[in-house]
């Protein structure tokens, strides 16, 4: 039994909608049934009834609740008592990054920062968003680095946290060269010469930005999607070989754009979505634990 499928139950309680709390816990609503019919499965007893609307939990269901909450409650009791027994490695500032950030934007970031700010220890957990969202909501790590687009914003309480922001990112579709520098792909297609598409897995993070651009693009886009992973690097390896075409953020092909080994897929400024970088924390005033190292980053950053 996962502890995520107890704050999935606990979410579905509050909401009393499967596609709500699918939305809220940042993964699809498929998903969100399976855990939850895994959770039932682990029990051995229907926890909710489907029959009703808006959902409702069984008898069963209120009686595992009040267990769930006491459960999780006491997880986060013994976390927080076994951080106070940390006394070594204060000074070290751990981060969660989403994967495509952490390949990207992060190595460049942390060097600028030692060079205007001063040397730091970090640790780094690269996961999915909604894994990093929780490591951070679940207090296992100090700062959060994320993607923002207003279309898909981050369920994080700004009661609770607070953000600064590092700058911005542009989505673009890219693809290999042929020998004369063009694209062997370029958007936006036709009907009967659909564009050969290099997807992120359903429910991925950066495959809702690249559905948003797909949505608002001014003329339709024949795609054919051929391929599909979760992480914008291994669209980027794909691309690379000629496979098709794929939506990359710009600091993950700045190397290849240089070397011409890719090239934009579209005309300049066509098929493009801009998204800012923004660190997250949570408010001190709020902070299960403080550590003066992030405080003293926290503050330089604001301050620039």
């Known amino acids: 039994m996962e502890t995520k499928w107890l704050e999935d139950f606990l979410s579905l309680a509050e909401t009393r909608s499967f596609s709500r709390s699918a939305q809220l816990r940042h993964v699809t609503q498929p998903a ?4 939850i019919q895994a959770l039932e499965a682990w029990t051995g007893i229907d926890l909710v009834d489907r029959s009703s609307y808006p959902t409702r939990l069984t008898a069963a269901g209120e009686t595992f609740h009040a267990q769930a909450l006491e459960i999780l409650e006491a997880l986060q009791t013994t976390r927080n008592m076994m951080r106070g027994h940390q006394v070594a490695g204060q000074d070290m500032i751990e981060f969660a990054v989403p994967h495509t950030l952490a390949f990207t934007f992060f190595p460049h970031w942390l060097m600028e920062l030692r060079q205007n700010f001063r040397a730091v220890k970090t640790r780094l957990t690269a996961l999915n968003v909604h894994d990093a969202v929780l490591r951070l909501t679940e207090g296992g790590c100090d700062l959060l680095i994320a993607y923002h687009h207003p279309s898909l914003p981050l369920q994080l309480s700004p009661e609770r946290y607070e953000m600064l922001s590092l700058g911005r990112e542009t989505l673009a579709p890219y693809a290999k060269a042929d020998a004369e520098g063009r694209p062997l792909f370029s958007l936006p297609g036709t009907a009967k010469a659909p ?3 290099l997807s992120y897995a359903s429910g991925a993070y950066m495959g809702r930005l690249a559905e948003v651009i797909v949505k608002q693009a001014s003329q339709p886009l024949f795609l054919d ?4 992973t979760d992480m914008a690097e291994g669209l980027k390896a794909m691309a690379l070989e000629g496979h098709g075409l794929a939506f990359l953020p710009h600091s993950s092909v700045r190397k290849e754009l240089k ?11 066509e098929f493009t979505l801009t998204m800012e970088v923004r660190i997250y924390r949570e408010r001190p005033e709020a902070a299960r634990h403080t550590k003066p190292a992030v405080q003293a980053l926290w503050d330089f950053l604001g301050s620039v």
């Open 195 to 197: 564009v050969p598409f």
């Open 225 to 228: 999607a051929i391929y599909e």
């Open 259 to 269: 070397a011409r080994r890719l090239v934009a897929a579209a005309a300049p400024g």
């Open 32 to 35: 969100f049934s399976r855990r």
